[in-house]
């Protein structure tokens, strides 16, 4: 089947990479307190042009984007453009609502801006997400076990002896069936990521939460890339990196996939 999921899979295969760089630039990240968006702007296009040939994705987040108003929007509109063809990119939108308001989140997100893949909030049930997949070659990560502390208030409560995320696998590994739903599952969270893999054998993982938030990078990629593959999602220490020059922007990057590479040749 021509889907997303098989889209990714070449990907990884073809770059021999399972990075997937997280588009987080806010002024916060700079030690001029100065910054435009247009300063923002420029240092986006440099991390692309830095990371495009080792990251197999890119995920834009959209509140970094939103908290512009128009100016923002047309902000990402013009980091969309700067993307090549083959290359995966993944709006970090976090969407989940029903009925109509699915089916213009899903326009919005895939016909207007272009990206191949979402994030999904699961917490509505099925016909919140549906929108988001009826096209197999657009994808939805749903969010299944984040890496924020908090995240156990919901997702490790009990129900019929499993926990909610266990039962958010087990549903999204039912409603796969058109090969292009992935789950989010957080560094933090690295052997949680084993228990879900049974459950959830083949779907990609999304995986936040290594480097500034403590998660391990080589737990992530031995126990994500158990029956099936993985994307390892890494911002602030690759945007954000030592000088921010392109430079010490693309020998993070590069670090990184030898460090993935290291852990898959174990």
């Not at 440099?46 to 929007?73: C, H, M």
């Not at 893999?197 to 993982?205: D, E, F, N, S, V």
Request: charged share 25%; glycine share 8%.
């Amino acid at each position: 089947m021509n889907s997303f999921n098989h889209h990714l899979l070449k990907e990884i295969e073809k770059k021999q990479s399972h990075l997937c760089v997280g588009l987080d630039i806010n002024p916060e990240g700079f030690a001029n307190k100065n910054v435009t968006i247009n300063d923002l702007k420029t240092h986006t296009e440099k991390v692309i042009s830095a990371t495009q040939d080792l990251a197999v994705a890119f995920k834009p987040n959209l509140g970094f984007y939103e908290r512009w108003g128009s100016e923002g929007f047309k902000w990402l509109e013009e980091t969309m453009e700067l993307f090549e063809d083959n290359t995966i990119v993944i709006g970090d939108a976090k969407r989940g609502d029903i009925g109509n308001t699915a089916e213009q989140y899903a326009i919005s997100l895939f016909d207007h801006f272009g990206f191949d893949a979402v994030t999904i909030n699961p917490y509505m049930g099925v016909d919140s997400i549906n929108p988001f997949i009826k096209n197999p070659k657009k994808g939805a990560f749903i969010l299944c076990k984040t890496s924020n502390p908090s995240s156990i208030n919901f997702q490790n409560l009990k129900l019929d002896g499993s926990n909610l995320f266990e039962m958010v696998a087990k549903k999204c590994f039912e409603w796969n069936e058109k090969e292009n739903i992935g789950l989010v599952v957080g560094a933090t969270a690295a052997e949680e990521i084993l228990n879900i893999r049974k459950i959830a054998p083949g779907l990609p993982l999304l995986i936040p939460g290594v480097g500034a938030q403590g998660g391990s990078l080589e737990k992530s990629m031995k126990n994500g890339n158990k029956n099936g593959k993985c994307l390892i999602n890494v911002s602030r220490g690759i945007i954000f990196s030592t000088d921010l020059s392109e430079k010490s922007i693309r020998n993070s990057a590069k670090e990184y996939v030898d460090k993935m590479r290291e852990c898959i040749d174990e």
